[in-house]
């Protein structure tokens, strides 16, 4: 692990930010470090209000997609909501569609399936709507590359209207209206929202429209803060709005769906950690295994029992799509060995027989072995299909772009992109990538950083700090939770191995005669031999709480030892 201590922000706005909050110096200084220098800054993050989001028609094109929506329903004109299939995706089509359905009952929904029509718009899709006297589509979490597509559907009188948050091409489609503040000429004031945050902007819009306010869409709002999550956006700015008050929504008045994913969860009070790792998961694993349809009818059924039926059937879908990236993961680590490929600037694998649903978290888990640019390609109708993840701060969408002579098509972000290529370029495309990445990347980058916001002394920890800290939630990119670095440690000597299996760590440390804390380590027991017999340490931490029977207490999560 490469530790990294983030530069220290302005002494002066640190010192004024503290005089003016009245809180410790290191809560002043984790504030500035996240941009937050003024009073008002902290009132914004602190208490995120829904009056802090943008005018939705600040969006370009926003007022010609209500406009065409608003004609479609006043001629009872049909409407297709097709979305992509993983989270992003079927939340953004639970999302639009549940509140369509509130104006007309002419709306349909499609998910495209993974396996048969790929990612994206699909002429299949398209065909759908044409069959069944669609006049307009309105896309989400997808679109902004399908120039083919849209100009199929407008040669058969069906109009689009596209949501998406990926990078654009060179060419934008010639559709109706294309919502996407990551065009270089929309002036929308954020553009990190997902894709679902974009369908929100759009009901948002079509609300205000309507004489509805803020109030009326808070419900969708956590759909909203699932898609947040799970497709790892930054929570800063409008996204950490959506977020916080979607939680708020789990929390307090879950939809059924939602509440039934959750049957089994004990915790008194949801996180965005909760969200990512529980529900994600599940929602995603439909679309992985089945199809996305069976979880846009979790999200949308009102009735408990029947959602728990849906929920039950997604928990098998999980269940499977475990045992088949653990499996697969095994597979590819093992064709690395035979290919004596350990040494790679990148990771490129393929086995046709993998399974489609699976390969972006195999390719996760990948970097956790070798911690670098990854692609997993699997056989995928007559062409091959990936699932691309990076390591932090390289931007494998650019690698990507400088291999596009070799590639069908490619999309994504700058830590995730999905691609499909002609069996026939696989070995070239693997080269070619090699290089791109081997000549671009800097060297440290394949030395996974555990960024650290401040030193601190263990004295300073205390329940009043903590209860500040948990108030920077909801944690993410752009916000993540605060990493602390103590040195001159000591463990009194409790410290052991722990687990069935003996792989995590546990330990009681002390600085000086400071107050003692427990620390855990999560497949950290190798460490063990560093702790022994009071030898001093440095240690990397977040702070947590710990409760054992009925008792609350502080403990360091630990993130590495030296």
């Given at each position: 692990?490469?530790?990294?201590?983030?530069?220290?922000?302005s002494?002066?706005?640190?010192q004024?930010?503290?005089?003016?909050?009245?809180?410790?110096?290191?809560?002043?200084?984790?504030?500035?470090?996240r941009?937050?220098?003024?009073?008002?800054?902290?009132?914004?993050?602190?208490?995120?209000?829904?009056?802090?989001?943008?005018?939705?028609y600040?969006?370009?094109?926003?007022?010609?997609?209500?406009?065409?929506?608003?004609?479609?329903?006043?001629q009872?004109?049909?409407?297709?909501?097709?979305?992509?299939?993983?989270v992003?995706?079927?939340?953004?089509?639970?999302?639009m569609?549940?509140?369509?359905?509130?104006?007309?009952?002419?709306?349909?929904?499609?998910?495209?399936?993974?396996y048969?029509?790929?990612?994206?718009?699909?002429?299949?899709?398209?065909?759908?709507?044409?069959?069944?006297?669609?006049?307009?589509?309105?896309?989400?979490?997808?679109g902004i590359?399908?120039?083919?597509?849209?100009?199929?559907?407008?040669?058969?009188?069906?109009d689009?209207?596209?949501?998406?948050?990926?990078?654009?091409?060179?060419?934008?489609?010639?559709?109706?209206?294309?919502?996407?503040?990551?065009?270089?000429?929309?002036?929308?004031?954020?553009?990190?929202?997902?894709g679902?945050?974009?369908?929100?902007k759009l009901?948002?819009?079509?609300?205000?429209?309507?004489?509805?306010?803020?109030?009326?869409i808070?419900?969708?709002?956590?759909l909203?803060?699932?898609a947040i999550?799970?497709?790892?956006?930054?929570?800063?700015?409008?996204?950490?709005?959506?977020?916080?008050?979607?939680l708020k929504?789990?929390?307090?008045?879950?939809?059924?769906?939602?509440?039934?994913?959750?049957?089994?969860?004990?915790?008194?009070?949801?996180?965005?950690?909760?969200?990512?790792?529980?529900?994600?998961?599940?929602?995603?694993?439909?679309?992985?295994m089945?199809?996305?349809?069976?979880?846009?009818?979790?999200?949308?059924?009102?009735?408990?029992?029947?959602?728990?039926?849906?929920?039950?059937?997604?928990?098998?879908?999980?269940?499977?799509r475990?045992?088949?990236?653990?499996?697969?993961?095994?597979e590819?680590?093992?064709?690395?060995?035979?290919?004596e490929?350990?040494?790679?600037?990148?990771?490129?694998?393929?086995?046709?027989?993998?399974?489609?649903?699976?390969?972006?978290?195999?390719?996760?888990?990948?970097?956790?072995?070798?911690?670098?640019?990854?692609?997993v390609?699997?056989?995928?109708?007559?062409?091959l299909?990936?699932?691309?993840r990076?390591?932090?701060?390289?931007?494998v969408?650019?690698?990507?772009?400088?291999?596009?002579?070799?590639?069908?098509?490619?999309?994504?972000?700058?830590?995730?992109?999905?691609?499909?290529?002609?069996?026939?370029?696989?070995?070239?495309?693997?080269q070619?990538?090699?290089?791109?990445?081997?000549?671009?990347?800097?060297?440290?980058?394949?030395?996974?950083?555990?960024?650290i916001?401040?030193?601190?002394?263990?004295?300073?920890?205390?329940?009043?700090?903590?209860r500040?800290?948990?108030?920077?939630a909801?944690?993410?990119p752009?916000?993540?939770?605060?990493?602390?670095?103590?040195?001159?440690?000591?463990?009194?000597?409790f410290?052991?191995?722990?687990?069935?299996?003996?792989?995590?760590?546990?330990?009681?440390?002390?600085?000086?005669?400071?107050?003692?804390?427990?620390?855990?380590?999560?497949?950290?027991?190798?460490?063990?031999?560093?702790?022994?017999?009071?030898k001093?340490?440095?240690?990397?931490?977040?702070?947590?709480?710990?409760?054992?029977?009925?008792?609350?207490?502080?403990?360091?999560?630990?993130?590495?030892?030296?």
């Amino acid at each position: 692990m490469r530790w990294t201590i983030k530069q220290k922000p302005s002494i002066e706005k640190v010192q004024q930010l503290q005089q003016d909050l009245g809180v410790h110096e290191l809560i002043a200084h984790l504030l500035v470090q996240r941009g937050i220098e003024t009073f008002d800054d902290a009132k914004r993050f602190f208490r995120p209000s829904l009056k802090d989001l943008h005018d939705p028609y600040l969006m370009k094109d926003m007022q010609k997609a209500v406009t065409r929506i608003t004609n479609a329903i006043a001629q009872n004109e049909r409407i297709l909501v097709y979305g992509d299939y993983d989270v992003d995706g079927t939340t953004s089509v639970a999302l639009m569609s549940s509140y369509l359905e509130t104006l007309t009952p002419e709306i349909a929904t499609y998910i495209p399936d993974r396996y048969d029509e790929g990612y994206g718009v699909s002429f299949k899709g398209i065909d759908f709507a044409e069959d069944n006297g669609i006049t307009l589509i309105i896309a989400l979490d997808c679109g902004i590359k399908a120039i083919d597509k849209v100009a199929y559907a407008k040669e058969k009188g069906i109009d689009f209207i596209i949501c998406d948050h990926h990078r654009p091409g060179n060419e934008i489609p010639n559709a109706v209206a294309v919502l996407d503040p990551k065009q270089t000429d929309c002036n929308y004031p954020y553009n990190e929202l997902c894709g679902c945050g974009v369908g929100f902007k759009l009901i948002q819009a079509i609300a205000q429209r309507n004489g509805q306010t803020i109030l009326d869409i808070v419900p969708y709002l956590d759909l909203v803060a699932t898609a947040i999550a799970a497709d790892i956006v930054p929570i800063t700015g409008e996204n950490r709005v959506l977020a916080y008050h979607g939680l708020k929504v789990i929390n307090n008045s879950p939809r059924p769906g939602i509440k039934a994913l959750l049957a089994q969860v004990k915790k008194a009070e949801l996180t965005i950690t909760d969200v990512v790792f529980i529900i994600a998961p599940r929602i995603n694993a439909a679309g992985r295994m089945k199809h996305g349809l069976h979880a846009v009818e979790l999200l949308k059924e009102e009735n408990e029992d029947t959602a728990q039926q849906f929920a039950a059937a997604i928990e098998t879908f999980n269940a499977d799509r475990k045992n088949l990236d653990q499996d697969i993961t095994q597979e590819a680590l093992q064709q690395i060995l035979d290919k004596e490929e350990i040494d790679k600037f990148t990771t490129v694998v393929y086995d046709e027989h993998w399974h489609k649903g699976v390969i972006g978290i195999v390719a996760s888990r990948l970097t956790e072995t070798y911690y670098r640019p990854t692609l997993v390609f699997t056989k995928s109708g007559e062409k091959l299909a990936a699932s691309a993840r990076s390591v932090k701060d390289f931007d494998v969408y650019n690698a990507l772009e400088a291999c596009a002579a070799h590639l069908e098509q490619f999309g994504g972000h700058k830590y995730a992109a999905g691609l499909t290529l002609l069996e026939s370029q696989y070995l070239t495309f693997k080269q070619k990538f090699e290089e791109v990445v081997a000549q671009t990347i800097d060297k440290k980058l394949l030395t996974p950083e555990i960024s650290i916001d401040a030193e601190i002394n263990l004295e300073e920890i205390t329940p009043k700090f903590f209860r500040i800290l948990k108030q920077f939630a909801p944690f993410g990119p752009g916000n993540m939770t605060p990493v602390f670095i103590s040195q001159n440690l000591h463990d009194i000597g409790f410290g052991k191995r722990v687990g069935t299996d003996e792989t995590h760590l546990r330990i009681v440390v002390q600085q000086g005669n400071s107050p003692t804390f427990t620390g855990i380590g999560f497949g950290m027991a190798d460490k063990f031999p560093l702790i022994v017999n009071k030898k001093p340490f440095s240690a990397v931490y977040s702070i947590d709480e710990n409760e054992w029977n009925g008792n609350v207490s502080l403990q360091l999560k630990l993130r590495d030892i030296k």
